[in-house]
């Protein structure tokens, strides 16, 4: 009995550890598509604000 129990434990503690590395990647994943889209943002639709900017100042 204590043999199935050990097994149990070690079962969900293994299972436990390959969702917190699994949740971890997401999160790794999910903040640098987040950091990514941030910067693709400001220097996408900052060079449109400038030109935009300018444009305006020249008129």
Not at 20 to 31: G, H, K, R, S
């Amino acid at each position: 009995m204590a043999a199935f129990f050990g097994a149990a434990f070690f079962a969900v503690a293994f299972f436990a550890l390959v969702a917190d590395f699994l949740a971890a990647a997401f999160f790794a994943v999910a903040f640098f598509a987040g950091v990514f889209t941030a910067v693709f943002e400001v220097l996408v639709f900052g060079a449109f604000d400038a030109a935009r900017f300018d444009l305006a100042g020249q008129l």
